[in-house]
């Protein structure tokens, strides 16, 4: 396919030309990338991995995760594998100082067990309950909850989620090295 037949087919243009290139003779493919993660992907080869053997706490740049978000920058996007105990994730968002308490970033998902909640704080929106089996979409805005242990695949656009686990992270430096799960927990029992 030449780059005037994608673009008369698709309508695209040069946004959907982003993530390709147009090999000689005019034809698109892919292109070669370097990939910088620890996941094991080296070289030119496009990244891959199983949802349990991503980096964990996002190659230990959250490390009050612990181990309990998986996650790499692949491009633009964070691929995460979150495996959580119950928790509240509205006392993290506030005390990370997130504008008005809530994530800045949405969130593309499937939740393999469990079930993850979505309340819309200051909005008429209806509160969105995503269960196992399920994908789902939570756009920014949100507060998560989630009400059991879940496991679910995320993708989300990196620089947003940096802002969300950056704040949830600062969060829980202020408390006393706990994790970000003992941390919601023991504030939930104060309150």
Not at 145 to 153: F, G, N, R, T, V
């Amino acid at each position: 396919m030449t780059f005037d037949e994608f673009h008369m087919d698709f309508g695209c243009g040069a946004l959907a030309l982003s993530d390709t290139m147009i090999a000689p003779g005019g034809s698109l493919r892919p292109p070669r990338r370097s990939h910088h993660s620890t996941n094991g992907v080296k070289g030119d080869d496009m990244p891959h991995a199983k949802p349990e053997d991503l980096p964990a706490d996002g190659g230990g740049r959250w490390p009050a995760a612990n181990g309990g978000f998986c996650s790499v920058q692949w491009g633009d996007m964070e691929v995460g594998f979150t495996e959580t105990e119950p928790i509240d994730c509205t006392k993290l968002y506030q005390g990370g100082g997130l504008p008005g308490g809530v994530c800045p970033c949405p969130h593309y998902g499937f939740i393999f067990e469990g079930s993850i909640k979505a309340v819309y704080p200051n909005t008429d929106w209806p509160e969105e309950i995503a269960t196992a089996g399920e994908v789902c979409f939570f756009p920014a805005g949100h507060v998560l909850i989630y009400p059991e242990p879940e496991k679910a695949l995320e993708l989300n656009p990196a620089f947003a989620l940096q802002q969300c686990m950056d704040a949830m992270q600062r969060a829980a430096d202020k408390f006393d090295g706990s994790t970000l799960l003992d941390r919601s927990i023991s504030r939930d029992a104060a309150t």
